[in-house]
């Protein structure tokens, strides 16, 4: 076990020294690697060509096959972009941050902070969403502020993404431990401030409620509804967008405020129209390599009773 620890931290420190001294190379240079690996990514390795191919076709059944490969090859220049913008994020410059990704209506969410109220952002993986953890760069006040994140298996790296992703005082989270920490915030007395990427799939034990989501019966996530809900906040979609490459906006866009007269799963349903909307209007931008429809209604009908799929379906 100590072996163990003392390989993890060696793997770590020499991990952030070469990241670290990549990150100093102006992004002209990381893109011309990028422009590599895409060659590399879908030509060659053609890393999950068939999925993103049947994701995208059964997402837009209306659309011609070349409109299809066209969003495809533009969604893999981006996915290699996004590697080269994650390493120049280990050392990128608030300045730097501020003329690469610019916020839209932030007067939004700082007046319901102003006023004390918490506020629960929605987004999902569009653009660029490991640059939103600088969202507390248009902030104001001193609320709490976090996102939640899944641990990495390896330690190494999951210590090396709680640094990249905790550079401008935003506090990662960890999915088991939402409920405690936010709740705990608001019953403490702070309101905060926390971001929520709920377009993953849902395990079958999670799954409370399914929408239709471009073209697919979707099982969702429902926590960011339930925990938005305990703590009164203001939900809030984070609409984020890419300009031209290596630039993004951010608008903030309101969903409710008054969350306790919008029916159960409304919030979630909300959040996944403007989420499809924004996908439709730039195909190429959303996480397209994700196998986000493995998970159906006939196999979680397979799993439990129809007494007992009535209840979770009905259970926030």
């Known amino acids: 076990m100590r072996l163990v620890r003392l390989m993890n931290t060696a793997l770590y420190y ?17 893109y011309f690697f990028s422009d590599i690996n895409f060659i590399l990514v879908y030509h060659l390795f053609r890393y999950r060509r068939k999925l993103v191919r049947r994701n995208l076709t059964s997402s837009f059944p209306e659309k011609e096959l070349s409109e299809i490969v066209s969003i495809e090859r533009k969604f893999y220049r981006h996915f290699c972009d996004l590697f080269a913008e994650t390493i120049k994020l280990f050392s990128m410059s608030e300045k730097q941050m501020r003329q690469r990704m610019t916020y839209e209506n932030s ?25 939103v953890s600088s969202i507390p760069l248009c ?32 506090e990662c989270i960890s999915m088991e431990d939402t409920f405690r920490t936010v709740v705990g915030w608001e019953r403490s007395g702070h309101n905060s401030c926390v971001g929520y990427i709920s377009d993953q799939v849902p395990g079958y034990p999670n799954i409370h409620y399914f929408t239709q989501f471009l073209n697919h019966d979707t099982p969702v996530l429902t926590g960011a509804e339930r925990i938005a809900r305990l703590i009164d ?16 906006t951010c608008k903030f866009v309101l969903i409710s405020d008054k969350l306790k007269e919008v029916p159960t799963f409304g919030i979630t349903e909300q959040y996944f129209r403007l989420l499809e909307e924004q996908i439709k209007a730039d195909p190429p931008y959303w996480l397209w390599s994700h196998n986000r429809w493995k998970r159906t209604r006939e196999g979680f009908y397979q799993l439990y009773s129809e007494e007992e799929c009535t209840k979770r379906l009905s259970r926030l």
């Open 14 to 30: 020499l991990v952030y020294v070469f990241w670290f001294l990549g990150s100093l190379l102006p992004l002209r240079v990381l």
């Open 107 to 131: 007067e939004l969410v700082n007046s319901y902070l102003s006023q004390g109220r918490s506020v629960s952002l929605f987004l999902g993986h569009c653009g660029n969403w490991e640059w």
């Open 139 to 170: 902030l104001e006040g001193d609320q709490k502020r976090g996102q939640i994140y899944h641990a990495l298996e390896n330690p190494a790296f999951d210590k090396l993404f709680l640094y990249l992703r905790s550079r401008f005082t935003t």
């Open 233 to 248: 906040s203001v939900a809030v979609y984070v609409d984020i967008k890419r300009t031209k490459r290596g630039h993004y």
